[in-house]
């Protein structure tokens, strides 16, 4: 039987998590803490359930605070730093595709420091350009544009190679940046493509699917994880859940179950987590209790992932050989408890009257 998969959380699921109609967040008491308290909260709390937490670099983790974190974290690990330059106005036009040089440079100056960081503590180093977009039509040249992202992203790679670290790009179609550049799983592939092409080994550079991400696309989660297993590029997954129009970070399977739950058997079918791949979940609880939102969240996906445990994989096997949708969902649903006893009592249940 297939162990568990690994999991991890973002720390931004528990500070005061606002919005543009409420800016000081519906969390204010987060506002006092400083990071290590923040941490030192949150693993008291969940304790063994979760196994470790994603930080972005610079703000919530740093050279100056790394230390601390680090000893309020444990037992748990830092399993990913990601880069958080997009909350930075400094970088309001982007940071590696900034029209000023002198802020492009930083920002890939930034993104090694990043990279040392994960270094130090063995983490994987996580790239959401976010910024890295535009807002109108005409506002940029695209080809120059994208010639500057490809040869930061690939620069960074580079540096990540020399220092034995991960690198996953995550994409996103919108926010903050209203027109993201690596805005689907596709433009994902092709900039590890084009890092390739400028002669960077890529073999330590995957994706990070972002389950939301991938349905406000209406990309389908099982079917894009089964391509990127197969590429040997699905390197994370950030687990979480929405209605599909926005990034709503809800818990996992909120919504999309059925697609959630396609996604959990395609990872098992692929051995996820065979070689310490996680799942991490990227969780905004507005105005929800965070700690409970998280905990919540884990057993929704344990759940779900055990769910996937029960399907007759070998009989769906070749219902699919045969593109079979009705066996195919005659299996599933006896997976969930959809078995001949509920059905007679279907049947039972028209012949009462």
Same mark, same amino acid.
């Given at each position: 039987?297939q162990?568990?998969?690994?999991?991890?959380?973002?720390?931004?699921?528990?500070?005061?998590?606002?919005?543009?109609?409420?800016?000081?967040?519906?969390?204010?008491?987060?506002?006092?803490?400083?990071?290590?308290?923040?941490?030192?909260r949150?693993?008291?709390?969940?304790?063994d359930?979760?196994?470790?937490?994603?930080?972005?670099?610079p703000?919530?983790?740093?050279?100056?605070?790394?230390?601390?974190?680090?000893?309020?974290?444990?037992?748990?690990?830092?399993?990913?730093?990601?880069?958080?330059?997009?909350?930075?106005?400094?970088?309001?036009?982007?940071?590696?595709?900034?029209?000023?040089?002198?802020?492009?440079k930083?920002?890939?100056?930034?993104?090694?420091?990043?990279?040392?960081?994960?270094?130090?503590?063995?983490?994987?180093?996580?790239?959401?350009?976010?910024?890295?977009?535009?807002?109108y039509?005409?506002?940029?040249?695209?080809?120059?544009?994208?010639?500057?992202?490809?040869?930061?992203?690939?620069?960074?790679?580079?540096?990540?190679?020399?220092?034995?670290?991960?690198?996953?790009?995550?994409?996103?179609?919108?926010?903050?940046?209203?027109?993201?550049?690596?805005?689907?799983?596709?433009m994902?592939?092709?900039?590890i493509?084009?890092?390739?092409?400028?002669?960077?080994?890529?073999?330590?550079?995957?994706?990070?699917?972002?389950?939301?991400?991938?349905?406000?696309?209406?990309?389908?989660?099982?079917?894009?994880?089964?391509?990127?297993?197969?590429?040997n590029?699905?390197?994370?997954?950030?687990?979480?859940?929405?209605?599909?129009?926005?990034?709503?970070?809800?818990? *996992? %399977?909120?919504?999309? $179950?059925?697609? !959630?739950?396609?996604?959990?058997?395609?990872? =098992?079918? +692929?051995? #996820?987590?065979?070689?310490?791949?996680? *799942? %991490?979940?990227?969780? $905004?609880?507005? !105005?929800?209790?965070?700690?409970?939102?998280? =905990?919540? +969240?884990? #057993?929704?996906?344990?759940?779900?992932?055990?769910?996937?445990?029960?399907?007759?994989?070998?009989?769906?096997?070749?219902?699919?050989?045969?593109?079979?949708?009705?066996?195919?969902?005659?299996?599933?649903?006896?997976?969930?408890?959809?078995?001949?006893?509920?059905?007679?009592?279907?049947?039972?249940?028209?012949?009462?009257?």
């Open positions: 039987m162990s568990r998969v690994k999991n991890s959380v973002g720390i931004w699921a528990f500070g005061h998590n606002a919005t543009r109609f409420m800016p000081s967040g519906y969390h204010p008491e987060a506002h006092a803490e400083s990071m290590p308290d923040r941490v030192r949150v693993v008291d709390s969940l304790g359930l979760v196994d470790g937490y994603e930080f972005h670099y703000g919530e983790v740093n050279e100056s605070t790394i230390e601390r974190v680090m000893d309020v974290l444990r037992p748990a690990d830092l399993y990913a730093v990601a880069l958080g330059l997009f909350s930075d106005p400094r970088y309001a036009k982007g940071s590696f595709i900034n029209p000023d040089p002198a802020v492009r930083e920002s890939v100056e930034i993104a090694k420091r990043g990279v040392d960081l994960a270094s130090s503590v063995g983490a994987k180093f996580i790239i959401w350009p976010g910024g890295e977009g535009y807002n039509s005409f506002q940029i040249r695209y080809g120059q544009v994208w010639d500057r992202f490809v040869s930061a992203i690939a620069e960074i790679v580079a540096h990540a190679n020399e220092r034995g670290v991960v690198v996953l790009l995550e994409h996103k179609n919108s926010e903050p940046a209203m027109r993201i550049l690596m805005r689907d799983i596709g994902t592939m092709f900039v493509r084009k890092v390739r092409e400028l002669g960077v080994n890529t073999d330590n550079l995957k994706i990070n699917m972002d389950w939301q991400h991938l349905i406000m696309n209406g990309e389908p989660l099982a079917e894009y994880a089964a391509l990127l297993a197969k590429e590029l699905l390197g994370h997954n950030h687990g979480n859940s929405g209605w599909g129009t926005f990034d709503d970070d809800n818990m *996992v %399977g909120s919504s999309f $179950f059925m697609q !959630t739950l396609e996604l959990a058997l395609e990872l =098992r079918r +692929n051995g #996820y987590g065979s070689n310490g791949e996680r *799942v %991490g979940f990227d969780l $905004f609880p507005y !105005t929800e209790d965070q700690i409970e939102a998280v =905990r919540q +969240n884990v #057993y929704q996906w344990e759940f779900i992932d055990s769910l996937a445990a029960k399907i007759d994989s070998d009989t769906l096997a070749r219902a699919q050989e045969a593109h079979d949708a009705v066996g195919a969902s005659r299996i599933v649903f006896r997976a969930m408890g959809l078995g001949d006893e509920f059905v007679k009592s279907v049947h039972a249940s028209r012949n009462r009257g």
